[in-house]
């Protein structure tokens, strides 16, 4: 094979299991902070942080909480062991009890975290009836630095839909935060959103559809005197099931989607623009036969729309790409089972990588997980994935050297490879494409899913 070259000091080193046996370095900072908004653990509702530890060297991770109540440090959730290659799963219920808790996960290396909120009945009070006791599920990715503006492109309020806007203050210090509304009839700045004051290490829940109704409500987080985390959890009526996401710091002119599925199921595409001028976008489909055609439209100044994808193709694997002119937008995407059963939704990446992190996953009990790969290019991708359980990397010959054809989209059932209800994986490619991940409950009855986090390689 090639070559192996010294690294930096600065930086671990991890195998790329493709036949060449190159050597990836993945770059580590001096510490790692991770930023969670969203969770709670009473109401019968379950929150966890999911680590994943992809580097060859164990590591320690502490935890601390921004309650609604203020800071909570608990002291066994201090330095705790995460071996190499590895995901280690945290229930933040056996160490706190609050409706709001947003969590900070702190490490000497590279790691990545994912959060995951469960209910167990809806709010109609019927029992959850799903093997695992839960209704309905939200999750995303966290992210390594809090920013004083957030964009979140997904929201509804309308016909009994709720969606909350979370807020986490990590600093030391109290912030003021405000929020503004982009609608499809343009920007709604309610007196009730400005000048919010979040003291120090707390977290705050705003239920947007007490302030304005509408089937396309998309949201703009700014804060001063210290940057802020926001996420978005939204419910069906009756809170038959739910989806959220962290939000976006930055709009960009360019968006990639990596999971969608239009056969049986919706896929649909928020598009927020934040401007204050009017923008064209155009939206390109990426599936198992190649790229297909999309909408393209203006989208007016601070406004949201949204695009259903089955109106364009019809395909077990949709991908996406967005691209705006004349200005940045901001993308999310949804999707529904049948029936809208369940609910799934994800934050675009505005950039590809030839490597992707994901921490979730889970293949015991009844859940299935899946890893969903798109390659945006004009040539093919050859991927290769690594899978980090609880007792250590597993490395399925059929996952390497997986060719993804151009403008397509592939998806990979881990449950084929591997049984634990800890799985993390390593996505690593010969050229750049977007990772996605879905995971359902047993029967069908919840599903959530996040883009995945790309190391500094």
């Given at each position: ?181 982009d609608t499809e009839i343009g920007r ?215 060719t993804v054809p151009a403008g397509s ?32 409950g047993g029967g069908g009855a919840w ?11």
């Amino acid at each position: 094979g090639s070559p192996v070259t010294p690294v930096p000091q600065d930086t671990y080193v991890i195998e790329d299991v493709q036949a060449d046996h190159e050597v990836v370095a993945f770059f580590v900072p001096a510490e790692r902070t991770w930023y969670m908004a969203e969770g709670c653990t009473l109401g019968g509702m379950e929150t966890w942080v999911l680590v994943q530890n992809p580097l060859d060297t164990p590591t320690t991770v502490s935890l601390a909480f921004d309650t609604a109540e203020g800071e909570v440090v608990v002291p066994e959730l201090k330095d705790v062991p995460v071996p190499a290659h590895s995901r280690a799963s945290f229930d933040l219920g056996t160490h706190i009890r609050s409706y709001g808790v947003a969590t900070r996960v702190t490490s000497p290396s590279e790691i990545v975290c994912e959060r995951a909120t469960y209910g167990a009945m809806a709010a109609t009070g019927e029992l959850a009836a799903s093997v695992e006791g839960k209704a309905w599920a939200t999750e995303s990715v966290g992210t390594t630095a809090p920013s004083d503006t957030w964009y979140l492109a997904e929201g509804c309020t309308a016909e009994g839909f709720e969606t909350w806007v979370l807020v986490q203050n990590p600093n030391d210090d109290a912030v003021r935060v405000n929020l503004a509304l982009d609608t499809e009839i343009g920007r709604i700045q309610k007196p009730e959103f400005q000048d919010l004051i979040m003291p120090a290490h707390t977290r705050a829940s705003w239920d947007l559809s007490q302030y304005h109704l509408s089937h396309h409500v998309s949201t703009v987080v700014t804060s001063e005197g210290g940057g802020v985390v926001a996420e978005r959890a939204m419910y069906a009526p009756g809170r038959s099931w739910a989806h959220g996401s962290v939000g976006s710091p930055e709009a960009s002119d360019s968006w990639y989607l990596a999971e969608g599925c239009t056969v049986g199921m919706e896929t649909w595409l928020l598009v927020q623009n934040p401007g204050p001028d009017p923008l064209k976008v155009d939206v390109h489909y990426l599936t198992e036969g190649g790229a297909v055609q999309g909408p393209r439209e203006v989208i007016p100044a601070y406004s949201r729309r949204s695009y259903n994808a089955g109106d364009a193709v019809s395909s077990y694997d949709v991908a996406a790409v967005v691209t705006s002119q004349y200005g940045e937008v901001v993308c999310e995407r949804a999707m529904y089972g049948p029936d809208r059963a369940w609910g799934t939704c994800s934050a675009g990446t505005p950039e590809a990588s030839e490597a992707w992190l994901l921490a979730e996953g889970a293949t015991a009990g009844g859940m299935e997980t899946w890893i969903l790969v798109a390659n945006p290019w004009r040539s093919a991708a050859t991927v290769s994935l690594v899978l980090d359980t609880d007792s250590g990397p597993v490395v399925p010959p059929e996952l390497q050297g997986v060719t993804v054809p151009a403008g397509s989209r592939r998806s990979f059932r881990l449950n084929d490879y591997v049984t634990s209800y800890d799985v993390s994986t390593v996505v690593l490619a010969d050229s750049e494409v977007i990772c996605e991940r879905a995971m359902y409950g047993g029967g069908g009855a919840w599903a959530h899913c996040s883009i995945g986090y790309p190391p500094e390689i």
